[in-house]
């Protein structure tokens, strides 16, 4: 059926037999919206649905990646001694979802190959930390970052509308000789 001139002018529009598009008639800020659609048949019978819209055009934090046990001084270096490094996330944004992924990259940043890669808790992330163990590769295998070397680690927060931040990088170095 055609639309009424009335419905038009409220931002419904038809784009094939069955299809309708509704575009607002002024830009929606950030919020959550609700929008009813109701159908009326020729022997003006009604149903209605309503649906929720959320509209989040903010930026997500980069997350901030912190080596637990740096033994690199006042260097800034990254290094640890220790063969199962602990780290910890800061600057999550306020609307990250309870899951973050971390990835693992192996050699020098220009030139790295991804290790594997796993889902820590929020929680996780921010209070006692993790460490890299229990990571999935591309085979689908587990493996365990313990190998003296030069790595980088990723985290990636995905908000709750399902924008994900850029990765949160840190360049580290495993180095267990005295």
Do not use: C, M
């Not at 889902?119 to 460490?131: L, P, R, W």
């Not at 085979?139 to 003296?148: A, H, L, P, R, S």
């Not at 980088?152 to 994900?164: K, N, Y």
């Amino acid at each position: 059926k055609e639309l009424s001139e009335d419905v038009k002018k409220q931002g419904v529009s038809k784009k094939g037999k069955n299809d309708y598009t509704y575009t607002p008639q002024t830009d929606w800020s950030n919020g959550t919206y609700q929008i009813t659609l109701t159908v009326k048949d020729q022997a003006n019978n009604k149903q209605s649905s309503e649906y929720e819209v959320t509209i989040d055009t903010s930026a997500i934090l980069i997350p901030k990646i912190i080596l637990q046990d740096d033994h690199s001084f006042e260097q800034q270096k990254s290094i640890t001694k220790n063969q199962t490094p602990s780290f910890k996330l800061e600057n999550i944004d306020e609307n990250a979802q309870e899951d973050i992924k971390i990835s693992v990259f192996s050699g020098e940043s220009k030139s790295s190959s991804l290790l594997g890669s796993k889902t820590i808790t929020k929680k996780d992330a921010t209070g006692t930390g993790f460490h890299l163990n229990k990571l999935i590769n591309t085979e689908n295998t587990e493996v365990n970052i313990t190998q003296d070397g030069k790595y980088q680690i990723q985290a990636v927060v995905t908000s709750t509308t399902g924008g994900e931040s850029a990765p949160g990088r840190l360049d580290f170095t495993i180095d267990s000789a005295d």
